[in-house]
């Protein structure tokens, strides 16, 4: 199998390593680079400066992106800049490229029509990095739920917030993508897993609503560092209300969901990976704890999941149109939050 990476900052590097995890010698990679910075980073985002990643892993380097698709790859991992995911993707694509795109999908819905018909008619396999969805206890959530452990939902709450600085310790956030409005930044975008999960774990979402903006003393570049987006998702026939909670600027970081049914609520707490049913007394609370779990071990499991399905030619656990609904949201979003709206997301 061989392999494109767009991109070797910190998740394009992980990737390089879960690729070699999963598929040993029988992968070939090949990088496209064009900002070629000199230092490797992590799986614990721990950074080694004056080292080029190529060198580091083996792997051969192309500067020049039609160079590289000359190069007929069997699959593209998209891990630029958000603003840069449709054209890098439609690219590959038009060569017959499967396609493993980082998460968001992009930062509008420009060039998307165009991607999912090229994908459509040459049948490739397609990813969106929504690793939580891996994650063993949001697997166990989730099938809490649709075992109507807590009865029926009647609303939900997400909250994810972390400063910003502390993301990428060995980069200044300013010129992150993270910060740049041009890149795709701010917390819709680049903390969308929540929203991803609202949809995964309760029903679509309808409608949204979004107050907040750039709020506090980051130095951010036309992006918002705080955003609370109130879903209406699909639960049946029935409309829930969805509160989701976003910043850059929390420490310590809090991360954690809540599930309100009318049996019981699901409570869980990432950082401890710890999630447990509540029921009324004198039921006691039921627990469970992946302790051991190891956050790299999602990278692992998604990036096994595309191989296998471009082996097999089957569908992944997250496809395009998948991370479009995700994408729809954010920049619905993006929309009621400018104009002081309610948005349906079509």
Known sequence: MKVLVCGLGAIGQRHVRMLRQVCGASVRIAAYRSRKLAIVISDKLEATEGVKPEGHYGIEVFDDFDVAL???????????????HVATALAAA???????LEKPVSSTMDGIAELMREVKERRLVTMVGFQLRYHPMLEAVRGWVEAGEIGNIISAELHFGEWLPGMHP???YRDSHAARADQGGGVINCLSHEIDLARWLVGPALTVAASGGHLSNLEMNGVEDVADLQLSCAVGNRRVPVHVHLDFLQRPMRRYGRIYGDIGTIEWDYPTSTARIVRPPPAEPEVRSWATFERNDMFVAEVRDFVQAVRNGSATRVPLLDGVETLKVCVAAHRAMARGTVEVIA
Do not use: K
């Open 170 to 172: 060995y980069e200044d």
């Open 70 to 84: 000359a190069d007929r790859p069997d699959a593209v991992f998209v891990t630029n800049p958000i603003s840069m």
């Open 94 to 100: 038009r060569v017959g490229a499967h396609l493993f």
